[in-house]
């Protein structure tokens, strides 16, 4: 069993910084992916980063690249996703989540893919 937590959200002003955190336990290695998606107020929740444990490999949607960066501590089973020159376009809710299984970059995207959620953490930027 996999259990996510994310923390580090809050509100911030358009133009600043917040830096995310999801600790894992359980299962957390090997060649699994960690995505971190969104759900922005009346919108489907969408990719936003994801890392793979194993190599550091990073994906980006093309609406954060040059802003956001996804990183990760293995010995702390921990991922961060630093959110830099933040829009209010980027208010929503946070969540990470991983795979159980190696799955191609390409296939980052799909919700479908990752068998465990953290709960979620609220990003809320002001203009």
């Known amino acids: 069993q996999v259990q996510l937590v994310e923390s580090g959200g809050g509100l911030v002003q358009a133009g600043g910084s917040l830096r995310l955190s999801c600790a894992a336990s359980?299962?957390?290695?090997?060649?699994?992916?960690m995505g971190w998606f969104r759900r922005a107020p009346g919108k489907e929740r969408e990719f936003v980063a994801g890392?793979?444990?194993?190599?550091?490999?990073?994906h980006y949607t093309d609406s954060v690249k040059g802003r956001f960066t996804t990183s990760k501590d293995n010995a702390k089973k921990t991922v961060y996703l630093q959110m830099n020159s933040l829009k209010p376009e980027d208010t929503g809710v946070y969540y990470c989540?991983?795979?159980?299984?190696?799955?191609?970059?390409?296939?980052?995207?799909?919700?479908?893919?990752?068998?465990?959620w953290g709960q979620g953490t609220q990003v809320t930027v002001s203009s």
């Open positions: 890392i793979r444990w194993s190599d550091g490999i990073t």
């Open positions: 359980g299962r957390t290695f090997s060649d699994y992916t």
């Open positions: 989540a991983q795979t159980s299984k190696y799955i191609y970059a390409s296939r980052w995207y799909f919700q479908r893919e990752y068998d465990y």
